[in-house]
C-alpha cells in the first residue's frame, strides 16, 4: 500500500513560513506520529526544491530535484505518512501539475493542502511583501486589476483535482476564527491528520515575515523606485519595521472599502464553488469576515509629509549610514531623464532636505 503523501502547497501570505518553521522544529515529535517532514529538498525549512515551478530567477540558482530524483527514496522512509511544504508548488502550470502528479503517484497516495486567504487580504498582504523584497516600484492600484485575476482561487485548484480527484484535495480557510484552536498550526494538524497538539509540539509565537506600516511600505516604495538592485534596497527593511514598531500609527487598509468590494465582487462565484465543492459547505460561504462597509472612513495618502520627515529623521539619527545611501539615490535620480525616477527623487527629497 502507497505511503501517504500532504503537499502543503502554500500560499504566500497565509502564514505558510510559520507553518515550515514549526513543522522543522517539530521533526522530533511529528515521526513519533507516523509523520516525516523529511530533510529532502529543503531550504529554508520548507521544500522548495522539490517545486515543479520554477521561478526564471533561481534556474540554475537552486538544485532543484525532479519527482524521479527524490520521490523513490523517500518512499522508502520508516514513516507512514510524509508532508512535504513550499508556496513555489502554488505557481505550478497545469501542464507541469499533470507531469508532475502522473510522476509521483507512482510512489505516493497524494493529498494537496491549502489554505486560501480572503482576496482582498491576501492581496494588501501580497503587495506589501513585494514593496519589501524590492520587486514592486508601483502604487498598488496600478497592478490592482493583474492582482486580481492571479488570486483566482479555482485556477489554482482545479490542476490538482484533475490530477488527483476533487477528493484528494484539501482546502481550509485562513481565518483565525475558523482555526481550530485558533491557530493555523493547530488547525493543520487537526485537520490533515487528526491531531490535537499537545505539550509534545515546540511553539514560536514570533510573527515569521512581519510586515510594513503603511507609511513605511510607501517610504520603502520609493526608495525601490530610485534603486533597481533588491539588495541595497532590502538594507532598508529592518530599520523601517524597527521605526514602525518604535513608533506605531493607526492602521488603514491600503486599499479603499469600495476597491475592496470590487474585489470581492470579482470572487464571489468561485468562493462559493470552492466551499461548496471542495469544504461540503451548501451555503457557499467561504470566509466568515463581514464585508467592508462602503461609508467606512478612508485616508488615500499613506505617507503624510511629517510622517515621511519622521521616518527619514529616524535613519539619520539611527542609521546615518543606510541614510547617506538613501541621499545617494536621490541625488542621482533628481538628475535622470526618466520622469518617474526624477519625481520620486524630488518626493524623497522633500523630506531628507528638512534635516540639512
Given at each position: 500500500m502507497a505511503k501517504e503523501l500532504t503537499i502543503h502547497i502554500g500560499m504566500g501570505k497565509t502564514g505558510t513560513t510559520a507553518l515550515q518553521n514549526f513543522f522543522w522544529a517539530n521533526r522530533r515529535p511529528l515521526s513519533k506520529l507516523g509523520i516525516l517532514y523529511p530533510k529532502t529538498g529543503i531550504m529554508s525549512d520548507a521544500h522548495h526544491l522539490l517545486s515543479p515551478h520554477i521561478p526564471k530567477f533561481l534556474l540554475g540558482q537552486w538544485d532543484f530535484q525532479t519527482p524521479d530524483q527524490w520521490a523513490p527514496k523517500l518512499s522508502q522512509c520508516k514513516e507512514d505518512k510524509i508532508l512535504i511544504s513550499s508556496e513555489l508548488i502554488a505557481w505550478a502550470t497545469p501542464e507541469a501539475i499533470?507531469?508532475?502528479?502522473?510522476e509521483v503517484k507512482k510512489h505516493f497516495d497524494i493529498r494537496i493542502l491549502v489554505y486560501l486567504r480572503r482576496q482582498d487580504d491576501i492581496i494588501m498582504a501580497t503587495y506589501n511583501q513585494q514593496v519589501k523584497a524590492g520587486a514592486q516600484k508601483r502604487d498598488l492600484h496600478h497592478i490592482l486589476d493583474n492582482l486580481i485575476v492571479r488570486f483566482n482561487y479555482l485556477d489554482k485548484i482545479q490542476p490538482w483535482a484533475d490530477a488527483l480527484g476533487a477528493d484528494k484535495i484539501l482546502v481550509r480557510a485562513y481565518e483565525k476564527t475558523q482555526f481550530h484552536n485558533g491557530?493555523?498550526?493547530?488547525?493543520?494538524?487537526?485537520?490533515?491528520?487528526?491531531?490535537?497538539?499537545?505539550?509534545?509540539?515546540?511553539?514560536?509565537?514570533?510573527?515569521?515575515?512581519?510586515?510594513?506600516?503603511?507609511?513605511?511600505?510607501?517610504?520603502?516604495?520609493?526608495?525601490?523606485?530610485?534603486?533597481?538592485?533588491?539588495e541595497q534596497t532590502v538594507l532598508f527593511n529592518a530599520p523601517l519595521a524597527e521605526y514602525a514598531k518604535k513608533f506605531p500609527r493607526p492602521q488603514r487598509d491600503i486599499l479603499s472599502p469600495n476597491d475592496r468590494i470590487k474585489i470581492l465582487d470579482h470572487a464571489t462565484v468561485v468562493n462559493e464553488s470552492i466551499a461548496i465543492n471542495y469544504m461540503g459547505r451548501p451555503s457557499g460561504i467561504l470566509f466568515d469576515a463581514p464585508l467592508p462597509n462602503p461609508d467606512d472612513p478612508w485616508d488615500s495618502n499613506p505617507l503624510p509629509h511629517s510622517e515621511g520627515v519622521a521616518i527619514s529623521k529616524f535613519l539619520q539619527q539611527k542609521y546615518p549610514k543606510l541614510f547617506q545611501r538613501l541621499q545617494s539615490f536621490i541625488q542621482r535620480e533628481r538628475d535622470s531623464i526618466k520622469p518617474f525616477h526624477k519625481q520620486t527623487a524630488n518626493q524623497l527629497g522633500r523630506f531628507t532636505d528638512e534635516l540639512s
Open positions: 499533470s507531469a508532475f502528479c502522473t491557530d493555523i498550526r493547530s488547525d493543520l494538524l487537526y485537520h490533515a491528520y487528526g491531531v490535537e497538539p499537545g505539550r509534545t509540539f515546540s511553539y514560536n509565537h514570533a510573527d515569521a515575515n512581519p510586515r510594513l506600516s503603511n507609511s513605511t511600505m510607501e517610504y520603502k516604495r520609493l526608495i525601490n523606485v530610485l534603486e533597481d538592485n533588491r
